[in-house]
């Protein structure tokens, strides 16, 4: 398997899209949005900057992992010759659901179609197609480059030589692959979130501020970022739709996302991505200032 199709130019998609070229794979990047493919390549270029700069990877190792990404703009294009399909879209279900039907349609019958979703079912995802036996979740974190793990997401009709296939592929990239199940939040977000909502139920309680609650889970609990500044680098529209999935997954309020969050995101508080979340990134992507709101 050398043919790799990685739809989304966004933050997970321009990430998987570097892994798999940096390990030899000739990969198809795919975006409906000519400047979103040149944002994402440059992202690319970027990242591959910053190793070369850490001595990971040489110059030349650069510029052959750019030489392996072509890009389109064009689904029926840029997938039709793909051994595997990697979804990586915007976490919304109805359009993810879009994508699979056209890939039924687009790609040859032995063609793999993975999504990287973080939480949406690949049970329903492979039922918008003719073979739910080779529809899988293939769940990068981020950042995808740096970051090991792969949540390997089974969904009911999957098959084993589907799920191996995968596995070995992850490990072609020098990730570390792990087997979950087709439930809501998978393992990484239906621990990870519950406790990211909890952090913005406490500063909703008035319990402490953003820096003391993110200093104690650094401090306390060795985390590397604090759950509020982690939800922001997320994306705190992510980060509720995965709530909602969970709560409308598996009717148990305590998976209901705060209402601070809901407030949040209604006014265009994303985190890093709309310059503030519970931090200021007006000027850099570093949390060094507090929101006012939560001063």
Do not use: W
């Not at 990685?6 to 990047?29: D, E, K, P, S, W």
């Not at 689904?75 to 990697?86: C, F, H, Q, R, T």
């Not at 089974?154 to 030589?161: D, I, L, M, V």
């Not at 087709?182 to 977000?189: H, I, Q, S």
């Amino acid at each position: 398997m050398k043919n790799i199709a990685v739809i989304g130019a966004g933050t997970m998609g321009n990430g998987i899209a570097h892994t798999f070229a940096q390990y030899g794979y000739r990969v198809h990047l795919i975006d409906i949005s000519e400047e979103g493919l040149k944002k994402g390549m440059a992202t690319i270029s970027k990242n591959l900057d910053r190793m070369v700069k850490k001595e990971k990877i040489s110059a030349a190792d650069k510029e052959e992992t750019l030489k392996n990404i072509k890009t389109f703009t064009e689904l029926s294009e840029g997938a039709k010759d793909a051994e595997l399909v990697v979804e990586a879209a915007t976490e919304n279900e109805k359009i993810k659901l879009n994508l699979f039907e056209q890939l039924e349609a687009i790609c040859a019958e032995d063609t793999i179609l993975a999504s990287n979703t973080s939480s949406i079912s690949i049970t329903k995802i492979a039922a918008a197609t003719k073979r739910p036996d080779k529809v899988i979740g293939m769940h990068f974190m981020n950042p995808v480059p740096m970051m090991k793990l792969v949540e390997i997401i089974c969904g009911y009709s999957t098959s084993k030589a589907t799920t191996q296939t995968v596995v070995e592929l992850a490990k072609s990239l020098k990730k570390v692959p792990v087997e979950a199940n087709d439930y809501p939040g998978f393992v990484a977000n239906r621990i990870l979130m519950p406790m990211i909502n909890e952090a913005v139920e406490t500063l909703y309680n008035g319990v402490a501020g953003v820096k003391e609650i993110d200093t104690v889970m650094k401090l306390g609990m060795a985390h590397p970022m604090g759950p509020l500044q982690l939800a922001d680098f997320i994306g705190l529209d992510v980060c509720l739709s995965i709530l909602e999935v969970m709560h409308e997954g598996f009717k148990n309020p305590k998976y209901a996302p705060c209402p601070l969050l809901v407030n949040m995101v209604l006014a265009g508080k994303k985190g890093v991505k709309s310059g503030e979340g519970f931090y200021d990134y007006s000027d850099s992507r570093k949390a060094e200032t507090v929101s006012a709101q939560f001063s």
